[in-house]
């Protein structure tokens, strides 16, 4: 189990929050890099994809936009970091916060608030 940094309710909601992307994703419990990188307890999750394949996913609701999960070298991360998602894969960017909302809100055809739901769309 890796030490995490933050376990406590996030105080506002970021500018940017990580969106990965199912297809790109090399696949949950194969790599996990992403979940090693996050300092936020069970901020990112396993979920099976359309395929029925386990990729991860971020809670929206959790996240905190430090953006240490996102590949060295891509230019939607806010700051440096040390390592994140395989270059090969790249399956995360950052994601304007209202964006993410509006999409999620989409995928689910309501207008309510869909912050529990994971940033994938
Ligand atoms: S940006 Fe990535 S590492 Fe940072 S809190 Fe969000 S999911 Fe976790
Ligand atoms: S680090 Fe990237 S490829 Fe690995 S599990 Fe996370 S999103 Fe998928």
């Known amino acids: 189990m890796w030490t995490k940094l933050q376990n406590t309710p996030r105080k506002k909601a970021p500018r940017k929050v990580a969106v990965i992307d199912p297809g790109a994703c090399f696949g949950a419990f194969a790599c996990s890099i992403c979940q090693a990188a996050c300092p936020v307890e069970d901020c990112i999750v396993e979920e099976k994809d359309e395929n029925d394949r386990w990729v991860c996913a971020v809670l929206i609701d959790k996240c905190i936009g430090c953006g ?3 590949t060295v070298g891509n230019p939607t991360a806010p700051g440096k970091r040390d390592f994140g998602c ?3 894969y790249d399956a995360i960017d950052m ?6 909302i509006d999409a999620v809100e989409a995928s689910l ?3 309510a608030s869909a912050e529990s739901e994971p940033a994938t769309t």
């Open 109 to 111: 055809g309501v207008a």
């Open 95 to 100: 994601v304007a916060y209202p964006d993410v």
């Open 68 to 70: 240490l999960c996102v």
């Open 86 to 88: 395989p270059a090969d």
